[in-house]
């Protein structure tokens, strides 16, 4: 075993990697940009190493100063986590050239199921189901217009070198092909450095199901398979294991693919093949096939060491420093099932942009296991992408296992910037999801239902207003005897404005009227220990931020505490077109003087190595451009100005 590693990654990967080197007695080298000078898994570590800078490209994405490091320090080998360098061939073979070992596969597994259509081709050899589709060299647009009509439509356009949904594009009808081909090539272009695209069939009924794979560079074992399919825009969602409505047949198939798959490139490591499967006819040994392979650990491994008991960062450490393979396939077996469900600071509501702020509050669920690499006080930057933590569940069966995540997400609180917590505990009480009855299409299907908010009550708009006051930091905790006779409080809940009245009653109880519109409507609220509303205890929590006020209810209530003047001066004009999220401007489409047209594209906003157009919300002339092209902006910042509409 090592005597010590580094570890090329930040947030909740590298503190995963940390725990299970805590637990061998492997010591840790942490590495971080300048923004990440202060995180969990600097703390977490044994060293660390600044690699300066705030990018990725700036700090983690530099390979040389990684290794030099690694040497610095005395490191033994690198592990790579998740995304950055972890699929980099070149770095590998650096990390070996300079007497390192990588904690992976090697380079040429690597360069073998890089390129989805190279790896196809190396599938179909290898007896591993792919979908029917065309994987050649030849990327003449006009040819491969042809090749989708000899498929046959509906047809997925894909990048060769892409992932998470990136350079992907539906095409319905041989009319939409060669918009959708364009735009394909062009995202990418920008977020592979590689046009090159490949042409599926599209499955009508698809389950995205993927099967853990580990091997020693000669034999493989798997660890049975995750369902994958609860996604948003090609991004994973809620994941769980085993599948639900697996047999055993196809289970036993799926494996012997997926160790096929593994033990045609020499595979070492933790891998993932990953699986399209066409569920229109439920699921047949038949009816699966081939996407790609994930030469590193996967975002959600933790479901499958939940369900075999595994470490699987433990069997990575082992193989790669010169051990067997722990466990024989037989040996492997299912235990129970588990879901993980990804928490993130994202506005749902508004597209599932990026979020920032400061984690002013921040409580997980007790008996959940907890994946992170933030604690409260942190901030969540534009520079990295902006989880916040997995949350991960384990049951006897999938319905108490079910159960559990449902209760988990609902005793979460995180206060100070938005999150998708209210989404995912809509999906953990989906009626289609709790039956089994998923496919990559059930979130764009019931989008509109998933994303309904909850409405506070009176009772919860009453907590918010006494733990807005200015009593302390948590009023619920106690009372002051010098507050006014009587107080009002301005709360905001998303565009909707309400003035609540508070009378003191004396140590710790309070009259509240919740909306001053309807003065008829009261609760008596006794702080404390424990809230009481009208004489009946209650479970809730509450939190006061810089502008806003959080009631923690089962739900997550956030009402605004902006003054409102300064709202109405906020929202003045309407001329201005503003970044909704962080992000790299991409490109600027217009100058000032210039004349637009309602829904004109004026710029491009990158987020998450996603592209976001930004349009005209109406005809008029450009007043004023700040936007520059490859210069980093934060949500609400003003890009472009639209002349007054009475300006003469």
Not at 386 to 391: D, E, N, Q, V, Y
Not at 449 to 478: E, F, N, V, Y
Not at 485 to 514: H, K
Request: proline share 5%; net charge negative.
């Amino acid at each position: 075993m090592f005597d010590k590693i580094l570890i090329a990654n930040r947030g909740e990967i590298a503190c995963r990697v940390i725990d299970t080197c805590q637990k061998l007695g492997v010591a840790t080298v942490a590495v971080h940009s300048d923004i990440d000078a202060n995180a969990r898994h600097v703390d977490l570590a044994d060293e660390a190493v600044s690699l300066g800078g705030a990018t990725p490209a700036e700090s983690y994405l530099r390979a040389d100063a990684v290794i030099n490091a690694a040497l610095a320090t005395g490191a033994q080998a690198i592990h790579p986590g998740y995304g950055f360098l972890s699929e980099n061939p070149d770095f590998v073979e650096a990390v070996e050239a300079a007497g390192l070992v990588f904690i992976g596969p090697s380079a040429e597994a690597i360069r073998a199921m890089g390129l989805k259509d190279a790896a196809k081709a190396l599938m179909e050899k290898a007896g591993v189901p792919v979908v029917p589709g065309y994987h050649g060299a030849d990327h003449d647009p006009e040819f491969l217009k042809s090749e989708a009509a000899r498929i046959g439509y509906p047809v997925l356009i894909k990048a060769v070198a892409g992932g998470g949904g990136k350079g992907m594009r539906q095409v319905n009808a041989e009319a939409e092909f060669s918009d959708a081909l364009s735009a394909a090539k062009s995202e990418a272009k920008n977020a592979f450095g590689n046009e090159d695209v490949l042409i599926e069939k599209f499955v009508s009924t698809p389950r995205h199901i993927e099967v853990q794979v580990f091997g020693d560079g000669q034999k493989a074992v798997h660890l049975f398979e995750r369902d994958c399919s609860l996604q948003r825009r090609h991004q994973k969602v809620i994941e769980e294991a085993p599948a639900p409505g697996m047999t055993p047949e196809m289970r036993d198939a799926m494996g012997q693919a997926a160790v096929r798959a593994a033990e045609a490139v020499g595979y070492a490591g933790a891998g993932t093949v990953e699986f399209i499967v066409d569920a229109s006819d439920g699921l047949r040994e038949d009816r699966f096939y081939f996407m790609e392979m994930n030469t590193r650990l996967q975002v959600e491994h933790p479901v499958t060491e939940e369900i075999t008991g595994v470490d699987l960062v433990e069997w990575q450490l082992r193989v790669s420093a010169g051990h067997p393979l722990p466990m024989a396939q037989d040996a492997l077996s299912v235990q129970g099932h588990s879901f993980e469900a990804r928490i993130y600071a994202e506005d749902a509501a508004a597209g599932f942009l990026p979020a920032t702020g400061t984690l002013e509050h921040l409580k997980f669920a007790q008996g959940a296991r907890i994946d992170t690499g933030v604690r409260q006080g942190d901030e969540i930057s534009p520079y990295y992408d902006p989880m916040i933590a997995k949350l991960t569940v384990h049951g006897a069966t999938r319905e108490e296992a079910l159960s559990a995540l449902a209760k988990a997400l609902a005793k979460t609180e995180i206060a100070g910037c938005t999150t998708n917590i209210a989404f995912l505990k809509a999906l953990a009480s989906h009626k289609g999801f709790a039956e089994g009855n998923v496919d990559t299409g059930l979130i764009a299907r019931d989008l509109v239902h998933l994303l309904q908010a909850p409405t506070p009550c009176s009772r919860t708009c009453s907590l918010a207003a006494i733990t807005a006051m200015d009593i302390q930091p948590h009023p619920l905790q106690g009372f002051a005897l010098w507050q006014p006779l009587r107080q009002q409080i301005n709360l905001m809940l998303g565009d909707v404005s309400q003035t609540a009245l508070i009378e003191p009653l004396g140590a710790g109880r309070f009259r509240v009227c919740p909306n001053a519109e309807h003065p008829e409507t009261t609760h008596l609220i006794e702080t404390g220990t424990a809230a009481k509303i009208d004489g009946n205890k209650v479970s809730a929590n509450a939190v006061r931020g810089h502008d806003s006020v959080t009631v923690f209810r089962g739900n997550t209530y956030e009402f605004g505490l902006s003054d409102p003047l300064e709202r109405a001066n906020d929202e003045a004009g309407g001329n201005e077109t503003r970044a909704p999220m962080p992000g790299l401007v991409k490109a600027v489409f217009v100058k000032a003087g210039d004349a637009v047209r309602e829904g004109d594209q004026l710029a491009i906003l990158e987020a998450m190595k996603m592209e976001h157009t930004l349009c005209a919300a109406r005809d008029g002339v450009i007043e004023a451009v700040s936007a520059t092209e490859n210069t980093q902006v934060s949500a609400g910042d003003i890009l472009i100005v639209l002349a007054s509409e009475d300006a003469p």
